[in-house]
């Protein structure tokens, strides 16, 4: 089609397009076998709370490499698995894996420790329900429903359908978490619906902090606002001590970010957890 509106004019444009379709197609296609030849890998960051120092979660965060690529971010190829309708079956293993995982820790010895699992808008499509799924996947596990954080964003909370979904889980105990929250177009009228447990300070507003005043403006109305609804408040993407100090003073509640810790391979994650139901970690 370009082609008859003059070949010289669109060229360039025509290149970088058919680029970038090729790369989807390319990663399109590896994301078909990627499950089956177990290309996956779910990584642990651990979440702080900051009163005491103890590690009170974990985010599930899934990891790819590609065979010959080598790894790719989860910014890219979510996207592309959500398109192809691969996000239900991938977000069912990453649940599969990082349920088994908290219960694995358990029967290790270590304290029963909270795993937070991504959810993409997908998963609630309402021919797969996800209610039945996820207690599916409890049961199969083992896993106290109660070690298990779901976190959704913003637009998803938004639909009544999954609130219903969300609703049911947590009457099983499940939590529920908004992620990067304060970054999607919403309401908060959302928060008086449904039964939310925790808010997640989206990293864009923490790396504001000391430089741009608006964006604490910002995370101080979020962690009023978490105080007077009595919820969870964690900072995402916390990095250095000026940030640290500034969400104490807050009274942040939990903070996830390298300053403590990167997201970790399961046996470097369980060594952590060990040293710090040892008592030998101190944060
Ligand atoms: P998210 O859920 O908001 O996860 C936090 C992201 O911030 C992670 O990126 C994490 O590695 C990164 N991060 C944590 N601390 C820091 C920090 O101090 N500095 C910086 N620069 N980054 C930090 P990651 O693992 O690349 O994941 C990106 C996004 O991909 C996630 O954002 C989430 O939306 C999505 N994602 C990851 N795993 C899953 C999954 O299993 N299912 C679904 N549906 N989405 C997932
Ligand atoms: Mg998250
Ligand atoms: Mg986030
Ligand atoms: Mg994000």
């Not at 590609?66 to 790894?71: A, L, R, T």
Request: net charge negative; proline share 5%; hydrophobic share 40%.
């Amino acid at each position: 089609q370009a082609k008859e509106e003059g070949k010289n004019t669109y060229r360039i444009y025509d290149e970088t397009l058919n680029a970038d379709l090729q790369q989807k197609m390319y990663i399109k296609n590896s994301l078909r076998r990627a499950l089956d030849h177990q290309e996956f890998e779910v990584f642990y960051q651990p979440q702080i709370e900051l009163a005491t120092g103890r590690i009170t979660g974990l985010e599930a965060l899934l990891r790819w490499t590609h065979p010959k690529i080598g790894p790719i971010s989860p910014e890219v190829f979510i996207p592309i698995a959500e398109e192809s309708g691969l996000m239900i079956p991938i977000g069912e293993w990453v649940l599969r894996t990082a349920c088994a995982q908290s219960k694995a820790w358990q029967d290790a010895g270590l304290p029963p420790i909270t795993i937070a699992v991504n959810l993409s808008a997908r998963q609630f499509a309402p021919r797969y329900d996800l209610a039945a799924q996820v207690k599916a996947i409890l049961a199969e596990t083992g896993l106290d429903p109660a070690c298990l954080e779901l976190e959704i964003t913003e637009n998803m909370a938004m639909h009544d359908n999954n609130a219903a979904v969300l609703q049911e889980l947590r009457s099983d105990n499940v939590r529920v978490s908004i992620d990067d929250f304060g970054t999607h177009y919403s309401s908060l009228s959302y928060l008086k619906r449904l039964p939310v447990d925790k808010i997640k300070i989206d990293r864009s507003f923490v790396i504001g902090i000391g430089k741009e005043p608006k964006d604490e403006a910002i995370i101080l109305a979020m962690l009023l606002l978490a105080k007077h609804m009595e919820l969870t408040i964690i900072a995402e993407g916390v990095e250095t001590s000026e940030q640290l100090a500034f969400l104490q003073t807050g009274e942040c509640h939990e903070i996830q970010g390298y300053f403590y810790y990167p997201p970790k391979s399961a046996e470097t994650a369980q060594q952590i957890l060990r040293s710090h139901a040892e008592g030998l970690t101190i944060i």
